[in-house]
């Protein structure tokens, strides 16, 4: 299992970010993907999970409304678009795949929030 992240940067409060993670080495289609982040000093957190379709999503109340997962199982990718974007959410976001028992997880790509 390989996941790769890209998309992080630097971006001024109330901007947009979109991350991608490129999956590989399992059946996309049919694992649920989730984004994690995790901010200096704090523990890693869940931010928004997709079923395996991407019929259905959950989000963090932190991110609820500003914060859309999406993927595209022909392309083994998953998104997340993040708008209105405020200090607090700056971390390392990272993809996240639980195949079978075990989780798997990316590099990370680093969101920084700062004017």
């Known amino acids: 299992v390989q996941l790769v992240e890209s998309g992080g940067g630097l971006v001024q409060p109330g901007g947009s970010l979109r991350l991608s993670c490129a999956a590989s080495?399992?059946?996309?289609?049919?694992?649920?993907m989730s984004w994690f982040r995790q901010a200096p000093g704090k523990e890693r957190e869940f931010v928004a999970g997709?079923?395996?379709?991407?019929?259905?999503?959950k989000y963090a109340d932190s991110v609820k409304g500003r914060f859309t997962i999406s993927r595209d199982n022909a392309k083994n990718t998953v998104h997340l678009q993040m708008n209105s974007l405020k200090p607090e959410d700056t971390a390392v976001y990272y993809c996240?795949?639980?195949?079978?028992?075990?989780?798997?997880w990316g590099q990370g790509t680093q969101v920084t929030v700062s004017s």
């Open positions: 996240n795949a639980r195949v079978f028992t075990s989780d798997y």
């Open positions: 080495g399992f059946t996309f289609s049919s694992y649920a």
């Open positions: 997709a079923s395996s379709s991407g019929g259905v999503t």
